[in-house]
């Protein structure tokens, strides 16, 4: 019988140094496209994916992720004094059940293996989601909801996954590709970062992940992989063969808001999709090219 997907967690405690001095004293999560966090995309994403439980994996600092989900009372007793609907109304993704949301502390960047790994006693026995904010998609299905259809037909491991330039593998967790249909990959082996010289494919992970707990068992084993850091790939490889395996193309663009140009292109692919902005936005970009 195939689980049914609730849970997600969310690795927040990566310190934004390509952000500095942004992130400073705030989250990089925190940071806004348009006009919401990069963390309430993620949310967001997650909640129309079924997920109902979350677990943010936070280190020092990062008290406002937290907060944002919190009710504002000041906040919201203002507005509504000052009869602002479409404030008070534009806060509502921004609220979470109660006690839908919990945080562990990573303590020690190890790398995103080991921040997987402190959320072991959140994870139990159930399949997981995994949503890594930096990666925002733009996509008419959000990708998480395309990736969870893929593990109700597959029931096993599933990733989310792109074609990146050749010369690019040394940034990503790379597939080594069996049956392909053309969206749905089998996945016969996985590297991360590896040399384009040495890369299986040019297929990568981004960051958005349905898994099995066994994955935790691997983890455990707390093995330094590239850049020496405890990478989730390595353990996710460890689960081929065991359990089905499998890489998604989603339907989508994929923005990588952890660098600046992804960052900045993202603020204007997602302008142009909101109807009250996207005609002044047009008209400014004229300006500049
Ligand atoms: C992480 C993963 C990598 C994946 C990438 C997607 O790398 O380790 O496998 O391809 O996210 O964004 P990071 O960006 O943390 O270096």
Redesign the pocket.
Known sequence: MIKKLRKAVLPVA?LGTRFLPATKATAKEMLPVVDKPLIQYAVEEARAAGIEQFCMVTGRGKTALVEHFDVAYELEATLRERDKQDALASLSGAQSEPGSITTVRQQVPLG?GHAIWCARAFIGDDPFAIL?P??LVLADKPCLAQLADAYYQTGGNIVAVTEVPPEQTN???ILKIGKDDGRLVEVIGLV??PDPKDAPSNL????RYILMPEVIKYLALMERGAGNEV???DAMARLIGEQPFHGLRYDGRRF?C?DKIGFLEAQIAFALKRPELSGAVREFLKKYI
């Open positions: 990566g995103l890594l930096d990666d940034r990503y967790g991360e970062k990568s992970i981004i960051g990478q989730l790939t990588d952890g």
